[in-house]
């Protein structure tokens, strides 16, 4: 649900809207679209979106389905009263200073899909206290979230430490924990950027759910477990029958 406020109206530089949601067209071809603001620029309205948002990976324009792949540059930009909002899976990038200054947003949730974090996507969100960077993320430009001084965790789930371009956490605690793979812990430790952050903490991998073993007796399973791969296996005592 999203509660939307609207102001006087000015032309329109959006392609359309739906469900109180902002789009442009991307491509006719591809059939893709961005989120954006409402009217000319960022700032033709104030407040347009509020409160919570949520929206869908496809939206229907003309009879049209469009994929929702990108975040637009400043597309929530000043959006001061938007408390939350759930990016769909299929985005695949988070443009040039979408939410900066939303000073109410304290809850985002951010899919697999994403690979970028562009230039003040996240500046001076001041309440945020805790922030999930997926796993395929490869970018994160200089700024993104400076000014997120109320982190009091951040978790990144990449292998490969995320490039971090100048500033990227500048203002946030160095003594926050930093939650990233086991595996990849001190190549964090010496990456750029990441290394300005001095408490970082070991993610244990799950268990690969197609790593599971089952003992059965006479067709009756009496134990399964998941395992991780290189695991030592250790045969149970079977129970008597």
């Known amino acids: 649900m999203l509660l939307v406020g609207l102001c006087s109206l000015t032309a329109s530089a959006h392609d359309f809207e739906y469900r109180g949601i902002f789009y442009n067209i991307i491509s006719e071809d591809d059939l893709t679209v961005e989120v954006t603001f409402q009217g000319d620029s960022y700032d033709s309205y104030s407040h347009e979106y509020s409160g919570r948002a949520v929206f869908s990976s496809t939206v229907t324009y003309n009879g049209i389905i469009y994929s929702v792949t990108r975040i637009g540059d400043n597309a929530f930009s000043g959006c001061s009263s938007l408390t939350s909002i759930t990016i769909p899976e299929g985005v695949t990038s ?31 969100c001041s309440r945020f206290t805790s922030i999930t960077i997926p796993k395929n993320v490869t970018d994160i430009d200089q700024y993104a979230f400076s000014g997120c001084y109320s982190l009091t965790s951040i978790t990144c789930e990449a292998l490969v430490p995320p490039l971090t371009y100048r500033n990227a956490f ?17 190549e964090y430790k010496l990456a750029n950027d990441w290394g300005y952050f001095n408490n970082f903490i070991a993610l244990e991998p799950e268990p690969d759910p197609e790593h599971t073993i089952t003992y059965t007796i006479d067709g009756e399973i009496f134990k399964s477990e998941s395992l991780l791969p290189g695991t030592p296996i250790t045969l149970p005592e079977a129970p008597i029958k």
């Open 94 to 124: 988070i443009g040039y200073r979408v939410f900066l200054g939303c000073s109410s947003l304290t809850s985002i949730t951010i899919p697999e899909s994403v690979t970028s974090i562009g230039e003040y996507a996240f500046y001076n």
């Open 170 to 186: 500048r203002q946030v605690s160095t003594d926050i924990p930093i939650y990233v793979p086991a595996a990849s812990l001190e």
